[in-house]
């Protein structure tokens, strides 16, 4: 690919005749487009929401812009800047499936129901991830979100939570960051309660000082919750909810001793950090990198986010790196890597610019892994669950349904799912699957388990939009 | 080193009812699965009891199968169901929904009426429907429809749970079931069978091969070279909806089986082939495979392009190259049987029956000498239909 591209030079026929598609439209995805777009390459970028931006850069709806302005300026400018570039965008849209040859997307647009082939010569995969849960009793309550969905309320739609107060459950950096948006929004949080204990000084914690624009962010928050009162506990870990009428009670029980702990609130958020969206990496095969205890695994990615399929790209939450600036960084070089691919752009200035992003890159890969060291936490944080914690769902089925069943898998996830319908619903195993991972890893520890298997539609799609897709092939054919 | 009378090597819908069937006679058994229980052909199976006759050509399909002689064994198989059912403490999720067979021309029609000819020559019941009475029948039909018939005995059965159930059932009565245990060699000393897996070493005096797509990979191990057709075929299920389809309906003249079942959804296949076959792995989905199984759907059940598409699946089976079941001694070794090819779900309990008689060296209750492997040994390497 590259050799040919070189040999052609840089005309604008090149330009025009390869097609960059960009699945998801956050920091990452909006960056590669821009990226490439600004050299005249064209490029379709695609995502579910009804607006570019992804998590990050969210969209505040018409209401809520005009009760509490615009929300984070720069991202609005890197849309405009995407859409005035010429981008195609195709909103309301999901990947869920690609076609025999891997050279073509099947997207679904969720607002006509209608489905259609996308066909790209590189493809950049910037689809994000999603909150990991992990099961307990009364999961299920309405007063339990993730921190995501709770952050969200609170400063894209400007609603006002109920009681205005909440707690924030799990592991992570991202929950310090919730607990800021939610006190910015006045909403009492009485509580952060971390799995691990990231947050005390060690040997290893000390390696901060070398991060010390991080160190600064960390600061901030954590005088933030002192100012306003919050209770930072770690090492402590989730039981059970019960609805109380008037909010929540929730029971925790410390790691260590295994004291108990029962905190009132009136809505909670829990979630142990991120999963990638990898599934079409899984489909097209993509060599392995790292995997993790939730069952997933992340692609092995260069410096530039190129996979083991050259004309493949994986960037952002999906190669493993969290943030919205390794997203930034990620889609910049991935877009340069593909200038370099198609157009051969040389030169001191390009190079340079890709040197100041490797650098940045190392950096914040670097950061990542010092992260993931100081919230690392294995199977055994997790509780084993009580029997009538409803595991699944989509099909409710209960923990008390594994019984006799995890002696006889052998770490195959693929027969717990057959033998008790666990991952058979409309999520597709997406919210039960990573604690049905840990839940084998743990019955058998030396297994590899890998999570469900991966297959189209990797999204529920109609039935029509999938048949009327067969008319269009039989068209190709004629064309051909 | 460990001895039964009988090793089954498959455990799969066949080697879990021959199981049953065995362990029930007091017969010491052993099943060997390289993987789990019920993983390809017999968990990725719609389910499908057909009883009323078959078409003859699954998509892909080069020599069409001989739906006539199939007929005898399907009624016994029918019969055979009921019995499963009773003998059985789980729930297996048997229904006789009764099937629908539609016909979308004139010469569809016509092979309707053929074949209604020799059901009712076998004793099946069933009735022609035309246009207006099908549709009186099942409103929800496409108008592309022109005939149909209406056999009250075809359903269907929950592969997830039959197989675990029949296995549950001879683990009590005896079966030693090693999963995850797969076979490397096989040897004959004197009259005993020794097969040697990775955990360990087994003996027997009979040995019954069940395993699907691989039983012409274990029949080499003997040095019999048979020449099967293993096909990774493709299913589709819908999201939950409510009740609406009350019966199995069928195409005539191409692969298609659309039902809904207890749980709600609505499952889409009818023997369509995968991208590939990737035997012991995950055979990938074939787009083309989707969109054109899914075509027929929305074509004869529009209601269906409303539906959402919630998962699909693959998983291989046992094919040969005529289409037709496999059962039997093998020639010239005595005390090896081996059972699979066409519609070995429906016939499970058929084959299990008649594989228990042929071990204990009774007649069997029908005639199977035709459908021996002796028509696939040593015959030259045709070209494969699929690709």
Redesign the interface.
Known sequence: MADESRLRGRSSNVKASKHVVIIGGGPGGLAAAETLARKGVSVTIIDENPDLGGQYYRRRTKGATELLGDYRVDGTYLIDSVKKLGCTVLTDSYVWGIASDKRSLLIENSLVGKSSRVSFDYLIIASGGHEIQYPFTNWQSTKVMTPGMLSRLVTIDAIEPIGRKAILVGSGPFLLAVASHLIDSGVFVDGIFELTRPYRLTKFSILAVFFPAKCAEFLHYRLKLLKNGVKLSQGIRLRSVQDSGQGIIAAFDKKSGGKQVVVESQLLGVGYGFRPNSELLEILNVERGESTIFGHFYPRVNRDGRTSHQNIFAIGEVSGIEGFKSAIIGGVLSGQRILRDILGVKGFRSMSITLVYYVRSVYEEMFARFLKKIYKFDLGDFPDLDPEVLLCRCEGVHASELDGVLSQCESDMAYVKSETRIGMGLCQGRMCGTALSIIVKKNDPKSVSSGFSIRMPFRPVAIGSVAALESIENRDDVDV | MSNSDVIIIGGGILGAALAFELTKESVGVQLLDR?????EGS?ATAGNLHIQAVHTRRPGQVIALDNVRLLPLQIAASRLWDDVEDELPEDIELRRTGGLTVAESESQGEEILLKRGHEIDAGIPGEILGSDEARRLLPDLGDSVRLAEFCPLDGYVNP?KVT?AWMRAAIRQGLILR??DEVLSISKVESSWIVKTKNGQFTCSTLVIVAGPWIDQILSMIGVSIHMNPVAIQMHV??RIAPRLPFLVQHIAEGMSIKQVS?GQVM?GGGWPA?NLALGK?S?????S???N??Q??RILPF???????????GALGATADEMPIIGEVPGHEGLFVAGGTYAFTFAPLWAKTLLDLILKRAPKIDVSDLGIGRLMNVNKSKTARG
């Open positions: 993987s789990s229980i019920s993983r968990g997830l675990p999963t995850h819908t999201e749980a889409i991208q995950t990938d989905i074939s787009l083309e989707m969109t054109g899914l075509s759907a929305v269906l392009k409303n539906v959402r598409l919630l998962r699909s699946w693959t």
